[in-house]
C-alpha cells in the first residue's frame, strides 16, 4: 500500500518504499532506517539455536566454508590473492545495520582480520566438526582467543556468508509489496560460495532501490544487540564458574589451582583479567566448556535477543517516529537557515522544548525505565537532523580524539556537539576541557554541549559541577530535562 501522505516524513524502510509498517512487521523483518544504521546484527547463536530448519542449515553453511578456510590455512602457502580473496569480506552495508559511526558505511573485514584469521585458524578450529564437548561449531570461539576479533567482526563475517538468504528474502518481499518503479535488477557479487571452483559467484536479484544502492531486509529472529551470545565479556566475567563444568576432577583442580596461583592477595580488575587470559592460554579447553554453557542456556539467548529486538524497534522506530511528528509541528524545524552554529542552537533548542514540554521525553524510555545509553541518544540525535542541508558527522576524530557530532558547511563554517548524559562519570573531566581541546584540535569555531538528565538528583549532579567550574552562565552548555515524574502525562511513559 502507497502512502500518500505528503507531510509524512521519511526515515524508515516502510516509509522510502511506500509500505505499511504493519506489512514488514508481519512479514518479520526489522524496519530499518535508511538514514543511519541502527546497532543490531546477526548473532550466529540465534541461527544455530533456533527452530527453523533453514536457519541452522545457514549456520552448518557457515561452518563449511570455516572448515574449508581451516584446511587451507593448515595447509600454509597461500597466495596472498587468495587469501584476500577467502577471507576478506566488505561489510554488507545494504542492511543498514551494524556499527557505522556515520550513514551506513562501515569498515567490514580488512587485511589485518584476513592476515589474522588466516594465520589462526587452523589452531583455533583443529576440531571443527568432530567436538567432544560442545554440541556444535562456533564462529565466535575465534573472539574468544583474541581481544582484535570483536562482535562487528563475527557480525562482518556471518552477513557476508547469509548473504545469498536476505537476498532471497528481501527479494520475495519486494516483489510482493514494491513498486516496479522503486526496485531495480541488480547483479550482486560473492553471493555464494563454489567448492569446485573455489571461487564466489554472483547473482541478479529484483530489489528495492535507494539513492543509488540496493536495500536489504533482515529477519528479526537473526537479531540482537550488543553482543553476541557467545562472547569475551561473559567468558572473562564469569570465569569462575566455567571449572565447575568440567566433569574431570583432576582437571577441574588443576585450572582452580593455576588460576588461583595467578593472582596475589589483594588483585585489582586488570589483575583478574590477566590471570584469566594466562589461565585461557594454559588450558584451552576452558573454551569449550564455556561454550557448551552457553549451549545449554540456548533459550535464554532467544528471549534476551527477541527482548533486545523489542526495545529497539520501540525506540529506534515507534518513538522516534512520534519524536519527529513533534519536532515537524514546530514551524520551520526542517527548513532551518543560517550558519552552523545557528541551525545547531536552534535545533537543540527545538528539541529542548519538544522533551521537556510536549511528550518528547517518552522517546527515551522503555517500559517505563529511562535509555541511558550514549550511544542510543547520540543516534537519535542524529536523525533528527535528515532534513538538514548541512553535513552532519558522527564521531569524527580530529586528532586529539573522536567528538560527538560535527555540523559543517563547507571548509569555513563548522559547529562541535556534543551529547551527553547527566550521570556521565566523566562529566566533570569533559566539561573543562574535551570541547575546548576539540575545538584548537580542528576548524570549528563553536561547541554546544548538550546535557540530558533522567532525575531531580542527576540536575543537582551537573549544576553543582557547573558551579565548580564557574560555568553556571555558559549559553552553550544547554541542559535537557527528560524525567518523568516532573511531567503531566508521567503515567503514558
Known amino acids: 500500500m502507497r502512502n500518500s501522505n505528503p507531510r509524512h516524513i521519511k526515515t524508515h524502510f516502510s516509509d522510502y518504499f511506500g509500505v505499511l509498517p504493519e506489512t514488514v512487521e508481519n512479514y ?24 527453523k530448519r533453514e536457519y541452522r542449515d545457514l549456520h552448518g553453511r557457515m561452518i563449511r566454508y570455516l572448515e574449508f578456510l581451516r584446511d587451507k590455512s593448515a595447509q600454509g602457502g597461500v597466495e596472498r590473492g587468495l587469501v584476500q580473496a577467502w577471507y576478506r569480506f566488505p561489510e554488507v552495508k545494504q542492511n543498514w545495520l551494524g556499527f557505522a559511526r556515520k550513514s551506513n558505511r562501515g569498515s567490514g573485514l580488512g587485511s589485518d582480520f584476513a592476515k589474522a584469521l588466516h594465520e589462526n585458524l587452523h589452531r583455533v578450529f583443529t576440531n571443527f566438526g568432530s567436538e567432544q564437548v560442545t554440541k556444535g561449531s ?25 548473504q545469498e538468504c536476505l537476498l532471497d528474502y528481501t527479494q520475495a518481499f519486494a516483489k510482493e509489496h514494491i513498486h516496479p518503479t522503486l526496485r531495480r535488477r541488480v547483479t550482486v557479487r560473492r553471493v555464494r560460495f563454489n567448492y569446485v571452483t573455489e571461487t564466489w559467484e554472483s547473482q541478479a536479484y529484483d530489489l528495492p532501490w535507494f539513492e543509488g544502492d540496493y536495500v536489504l531486509l533482515t529477519p528479526k529472529d537473526m537479531l540482537t544487540k550488543e553482543d553476541t551470545w557467545i562472547n569475551r565479556s561473559d567468558l572473562i566475567d564469569g570465569f569462575e564458574e566455567i571449572p565447575y563444568a568440567i566433569a574431570n576432577d583432576e582437571l577441574r583442580a588443576q585450572i582452580n589451582n593455576y588460576f588461583k596461583k595467578l593472582l596475589p592477595e589483594k588483585f585489582t580488575a586488570k589483575e583478574r583479567r590477566e590471570a584469566v587470559r594466562r589461565t585461557i592460554r594454559e588450558y584451552p579447553e576452558l573454551i569449550d566448556y564455556f561454550i557448551k554453557f552457553k549451549e545449554d542456556h540456548g533459550s535464554e539467548a532467544q528471549d534476551i535477543s527477541a527482548l533486545k529486538v523489542f526495545q529497539s524497534d520501540l525506540l529506534y522506530v515507534k518513538q522516534l ?71 552532519v558527522n558522527r564521531e569524527v576524530n580530529n586528532g586529539r580524539g573522536p567528538v560527538d557530532f560535527k555540523i559543517s558547511k563547507g571548509s569555513r563554517d563548522s559547529t ?33 554541549k548538550v546535557i540530558l538528565y533522567f532525575s531531580q538528583e542527576q540536575k543537582e549532579r551537573v549544576l553543582k559541577i557547573l558551579e565548580e567550574l564557574k560555568l553556571s552562565e555558559e549559553k552553550n552548555i544547554v541542559l535537557i530535562d527528560a524525567r518523568s515524574d516532573n511531567k503531566p502525562s508521567a503515567s503514558k511513559a
Open 28 to 51: 518479520g523483518a526489522f524496519n530499518i532506517s535508511l538514514l543511519n544504521d541502527l546497532p543490531l546484527f546477526i548473532d550466529p547463536f540465534l541461527l544455530f539455536n533456533s527452530t
Open 138 to 162: 562456533h564462529l565466535e570461539k575465534l573472539c574468544l582467543f583474541s581481544d582484535g576479533v570483536g562482535k562487528d567482526h563475527i557480525s562482518d563475517f556471518t552477513t557476508n556468508l547469509i
Open 321 to 391: 517516529k512520534e519524536l519527529l511528528q513533534l519536532l515537524s509541528q514546530d514551524t520551520g524545524f526542517y527548513d532551518l537557515l543560517g550558519d552552523t552554529y545557528d541551525e545547531a542552537w536552534a535545533r537543540v533548542m527545538f528539541l529542548k522544548d519538544v522533551i521537556e514540554n510536549k511528550d518528547g521525553y517518552r522517546i527515551f524510555y522503555v517500559k517505563g525505565e529511562p535509555v541511558q545509553r550514549e550511544a542510543d541518544l547520540q543516534i537519535l540525535f542524529r536523525l533528527t537532523w535528515f532534513a538538514s542541508y548541512s553535513d
Open 416 to 448: 562541535l556537539v556534543e551529547f551527553k548524559l547527566a550521570n556521565n562519570s566523566h562529566l566533570k573531566a569533559n566539561l573543562e576541557k574535551q570541547v575546548e581541546i576539540y575545538q584548537k584540535a580542528s576548524d570549528a569555531k563553536h561547541a554546544i
